[in-house]
Structure formats: structure tokens, C-alpha cells
């Protein structure tokens, strides 16, 4: 069975850059997987970040992008601020209607 | 603006069948550019992609749910369903449903609120 691979946790500080990524257990990601992502923060709807790889939804900050490093998805956020501090996972479509979500990284802004 | 809003019984005994319904506004169910899925998440967990329908009444499960869930689709009162059988203490969770756009790449484009099931007796 396919496992999407995310980064348990990652930290970072105020006003910096963090990359988090997407991975499959066998294979690479591509953007024939249509990455997307979604920030979650404790007790909240998940909201939609960025979908085919780097597109970003409506009202979303562009110190959010996606892109595509190495074999892996990945999300980088620029200029990190406090409200950022989240959970965020990524989604791979795998074809026929089947979409796998990574574990989820949760971020940690300090 | 498209709203989903989840509803149905927030316990569950263990062994019998969870049944939740969607209902979805402002938007047609009757789309070609999406599907309507269920997504859930266990407490203190991440989100799991239970499966799919599409309005013809086509459905797509994860492999690990399979056998256990059944999804239907009920365009004239545009809604959608989840059935989840012989269920235990590990499936009690936030269920989500969501509108998936099939167009721009397939991701996830309205969120309903969630709904917390427990499974107990």
C-alpha cells in the first residue's frame, strides 16, 4: 500500500523560511500526483493552501508556495509569522478517484 | 458560496454501521467537475481519505476501508452519504465531508465543519 511521507515536526523561527515535503515510500512525487496542501490548526476545518503543485487558493498569502524538489513535494513558507504555527499535510492524487494524505508535519514557530 | 454541512448520530455502539449524510449548498451535486468525498480524523490524529463519489454514483475507497464503507450519492436532494460498518473504538472521529475539484488539479476546494462520532457503548 502507498504511504505519503511527511516530516513529523519542524520548527522555525519568526520571520524564517521552512521547506516541509512530501515523499512516497516507493517511487517519486510528480506533478502528475497533483500535490496539494492544507493547514490545520487545532480544532479547526483544515483550510486549502495549494493544489497542483503550486497554485495557491483563493486568499492565501503568497509567502506560501509549492513546488516540486528532487523526488518530493514541497511547501515553503517565507517569512514565517506566529499564526503560521500549524499542522499542514499534503495530499497525493494516485488516479481512479484516489487521493492519500501524508501523516501531517507539525510546525512549530519560536 | 458552497457550504457542506455533515449530519447524523455522534455515538455509535460498537459492531453496528455509522451512517452520516452530507448536505451540500449553493453548488450543484450534479457536477462534472467534482467529486464529494469523506475524509476523517481520529482525536489528536491526522486526516485519513476514506473515499469518493462522483454524481453518476461512481465511488473510490482507500484500500484500507474497503471492505467496510459504502458511499452513495442522492442528486435530487443533493446529497451525498457514508456508511461505515462493523465499527470499533478506532473509528471514532471528526468525519469531514468535502467537494474534490477534479479540474486544475484534483485537491480538496470546500470543507463541511466535521462531525465528532464515537464509538462506544
Known amino acids: 500500500q502507498t504511504v505519503v511521507t511527511q516530516e513529523p515536526s519542524f520548527s522555525v523561527s519568526p520571520g524564517g523560511t521552512v521547506t516541509l515535503t512530501c515523499g512516497l515510500s516507493?517511487?517519486?512525487?510528480?506533478?502528475?500526483?497533483?500535490p496539494s496542501w492544507y493547514q490545520q490548526t487545532p480544532g479547526q476545518t483544515p483550510r486549502t493552501l495549494i493544489y497542483?503543485?503550486?497554485t495557491r487558493s483563493s486568499g492565501v498569502p503568497d509567502r506560501f508556495s509549492g513546488s516540486i524538489l528532487g523526488n518530493k513535494a514541497a511547501l515553503t513558507i517565507t517569512g514565517a509569522q506566529a499564526d503560521d504555527e500549524s499542522d499542514y499535510y499534503c495530499?497525493?492524487?494516485?488516479?481512479?478517484?484516489?487521493?492519500?494524505f501524508g501523516g501531517g508535519t507539525k510546525l512549530t514557530v519560536l | 458560496q458552497v457550504q457542506l454541512q455533515e449530519s447524523g448520530p455522534g455515538l455509535v455502539k460498537p459492531s453496528e454501521t455509522l451512517s452520516l449524510t452530507c448536505t451540500v449548498s449553493?453548488?450543484?451535486?450534479?457536477?462534472?467537475?467534482?467529486?464529494w468525498g469523506w475524509i476523517r480524523q481520529p482525536p489528536g490524529k491526522g486526516l485519513e481519505w476514506i473515499g469518493n463519489?462522483?454524481?453518476?454514483?461512481?465511488?473510490y475507497y482507500s484500500p484500507s476501508l474497503m471492505s467496510r464503507v459504502t458511499i452513495s450519492v442522492d442528486t435530487s436532494t443533493n446529497q451525498f452519504s457514508l456508511r461505515l460498518s462493523s465499527v470499533t473504538a478506532a473509528d471514532t472521529a471528526v468525519y469531514y465531508c468535502?467537494?474534490?475539484?477534479?479540474?486544475?488539479?484534483?485537491?480538496?476546494?470546500?470543507w463541511g465543519q466535521g462531525t465528532l462520532v464515537t464509538v462506544s457503548s
Open positions: 468535502a467537494r474534490l475539484a477534479r479540474t486544475g488539479g484534483y485537491h480538496i476546494d470546500y
Open positions: 449553493g453548488g450543484s451535486i450534479r457536477s462534472s467537475s467534482y467529486y
Open positions: 463519489i462522483y454524481y453518476s454514483g461512481s465511488t
Open positions: 516507493s517511487g517519486s512525487v510528480s506533478t502528475s500526483y497533483y
Open positions: 497542483s503543485t503550486n
Open positions: 495530499v497525493l492524487y494516485m488516479g481512479s478517484g484516489i487521493s492519500v
